[in-house]
């Protein structure tokens, strides 16, 4: 198994920057793919982003594209999410995932969850 913990989220106003941190623990080998998934009220949680474990392969949603940039250390076994231009609609909860699988952009690909991080953004 492994676990995974989301840090760095909080309250910013619009326009501002956060960084995002997941750090893993356990049987972190076995992890390929590593992404982040966001889920606002009463939305379903939906892509934002994700890497391969050479960093050599990165997706990105529409929407975050050219504002987020997502990338990973492993010699610390965690993985980054920088969040710059905020806007309101980024307001969610923030997941880190991990897949012993080549990343893709579907949660159902996706093995295991950190616990999330909340992230809002005021206008």
């Known amino acids: 198994q492994v676990q995974l913990v989301e840090s760095g989220g909080g309250l910013v106003q619009a326009g501002g920057s956060l960084r995002l941190s997941c750090a893993a623990s356990?049987?972190?080998?076995?992890?390929?793919?590593m992404g982040w998934f966001r889920q606002a009220l009463g939305t379903e949680r939906e892509f934002v982003a994700a890497i391969s474990r050479s960093g050599g392969t990165i997706y990105y949603a529409d929407p975050v594209k050219g504002r987020f940039t997502i990338s990973r250390d492993n010699a610390k076994n965690t993985v980054y999410l920088q969040m710059n231009s905020l806007k309101p609609e980024d307001t969610a909860i923030y997941y880190c995932?991990?897949?012993?699988?080549?990343?893709?952009?579907?949660?159902?690909?996706?093995?295991?969850w950190g616990q999330g991080t909340q992230v809002t953004v005021s206008s």
């Open positions: 356990g049987r972190t080998f076995s992890t390929n793919g």
């Open positions: 995932t991990g897949s012993r699988c080549p990343p893709t952009t579907s949660r159902l690909d996706y093995d295991y």
